[in-house]
């Protein structure tokens, strides 16, 4: 029994997600996380429309100031059907830069900070972490912690997308511990719980029994496992949940 346990520890150790970072064109669509109150980097263009928008929630008003004169000056549109933002800078327009404070419908303020670029239209969209773990909290409260674990699990057997969850396909390559194939293929976390979908090949000669306390590490909650017959050369997917790591709770 260690011995699975040991397997199935290993490699949710193995797969915790690292933060890699890539230098995207600047004419590539811009997202940006930020927090109440924060800055945000970001690059419009010089002569085309720039579009700002949130992810799960809609601005409410913008403030700037202005020069008093319309050639030197940077323009802001409220869409109030969408409630994204459109900024149009003149040719005329002597800085490179602009910025603006932004009140979100939601309560967040943002100070937004730009560069003039001579790219083609753009689009920022800028999450705020706080919603969507807001989002996940309300879903895991509407049940005892045990009930919206085996809820996480039913959602994750049918490929079910959760308000304010966050979901990772992973690509990461199989991992052989013995006779079995282990493979992280999605990662589901919320504001306390973080679900597993794991697929498991039997590469060996022998028939083997999986039980739920062969993929079990101490803070599960709960687990599932599809098929737990494995004859050589099948799999089965497991769905294993326990406490999100990454978020503090009692």
């Not at 004419?27 to 085309?48: L, R």
């Not at 790219?119 to 919206?148: C, V, Y």
Request: hydrophobic share 45%; aromatic share 8%; glycine share 6%.
């Amino acid at each position: 029994m260690a011995r699975r346990y040991n397997i199935i520890n290993g490699l949710v150790l193995a797969f915790t997600p690292l933060a890699t970072f890539f230098a995207a064109p600047a004419w590539a669509d811009q997202f940006k996380q930020a927090a109440d109150g924060a800055g945000i980097d970001c690059s419009v263009s010089a002569h085309e429309l720039t579009r700002f928008a949130l992810v799960e929630d809609q601005f409410a008003s913008v403030s700037k100031i202005s020069t008093g004169t319309p050639y030197n000056d940077f323009a802001v549109t409220n869409e109030p059907l969408r409630g994204d933002i459109y900024v149009s800078v003149p040719e005329s327009y002597a800085a490179r830069s602009i910025s603006f404070f932004a009140t979100t419908r939601k309560g967040f303020v943002y100070k937004i900070a730009c560069r003039i670029e001579s790219i083609p239209a753009a689009q920022i969209f800028i999450a705020n972490p706080a919603i969507a773990k807001s989002d996940a909290a309300r879903w895991e409260g509407e049940t005892p912690l045990p009930t919206s674990a085996v809820r996480l699990i039913q959602a994750m057997a049918n490929d079910r997308t959760i308000e304010g969850f966050e979901v990772r396909q992973s690509s990461a390559l199989p991992a052989r511990v013995g006779t079995l194939e282990i493979q992280l293929v999605a990662d589901y976390r919320g504001a306390s719980l973080a679900g597993k979908v794991i697929r498991v090949t039997n590469r060996g000669a022998r028939s083997l029994t999986l039980t739920t306390s062969d993929l079990a590490p101490k803070d599960t909650l709960a687990v599932s496992i599809a098929n737990p017959v494995l004859e050589p050369g099948t799999a089965t997917t497991a769905f294993v949940v326990g406490a999100n790591g990454e978020s503090s709770h009692d």
